[in-house]
C-alpha cells in the first residue's frame, strides 16, 4: 500500500521516514519527491508498505504526530492524476505566436518597412 505523507520537514531524509514507519512494519520504499531544479524536497514523500494492516496502523499513529519539529500529514496515496495539459491551455488554437511585423499582405509593406529610412 502506498502512503502519501506530507508537510515533511525540508531537512527529513529518505532514512529517517523509514525509521519512523519501520515502528509499524515492511517499509518497502520511501521517496522523497524533490523539485527537478533545485533538487530540494518539495515537503512530501510516499511510502511503500507490503502489509494492509500495518500501512492502516502507520496511518493511525503518524497522521498528526510530530516529526522533526512539524505535525505530518498521512494518507492513501491517490492515483497521479494525468497531467496532459496541466493548466497551460490560454485559448486560441494553441500553434504558438503568431504575431509578426514584417509579413507583407497584398502587396502592403510590413511594419519594419513604416521606419526605414530611405535617404
Same mark, same amino acid.
Given at each position: 500500500m ?10 527529513? /531524509? ?7 514507519f519501520?515502528?509499524?512494519g /515492511?517499509?518497502d520504499s520511501? $521517496? +522523497? +519527491? /524533490?523539485?527537478?531544479?533545485?533538487? =530540494?524536497s ?18 493511525? $499513529? ?7 519539529? =512539524?505535525?505530518?500529514?498521512?494518507? +492513501? $496515496?491517490?492515483?497521479r ?19 509578426? @511585423?514584417?509579413?507583407? =499582405?497584398? @502587396?502592403? =509593406? ?10
Amino acid at each position: 500500500m502506498k502512503l502519501y505523507v506530507g508537510n515533511l520537514s525540508f531537512g527529513a /531524509t529518505e532514512g529517517d521516514v523509514q525509521q519512523a514507519f519501520n515502528a509499524f512494519g /515492511t517499509v518497502d520504499s520511501v $521517496a +522523497i +519527491i /524533490t523539485d527537478k531544479f533545485s533538487g =530540494r524536497s518539495r515537503g512530501f514523500c510516499f511510502v511503500e508498505m507490503p502489509i494492509q494492516s500495518e500501512a492502516e496502523a502507520a496511518i493511525q $499513529a503518524m497522521n498528526g504526530a510530530d516529526f522533526q519539529g =512539524r505535525a505530518l500529514v498521512v494518507n +492513501i $496515496a491517490r492515483p497521479r492524476e494525468n497531467r496532459e495539459n496541466r493548466g497551460r491551455n490560454f485559448g486560441g488554437d494553441n500553434r504558438g505566436f503568431r504575431g509578426g @511585423g514584417d509579413r507583407q =499582405r497584398d @502587396g502592403q =509593406r510590413g511594419r519594419r518597412d513604416n521606419y526605414r529610412n530611405d535617404y
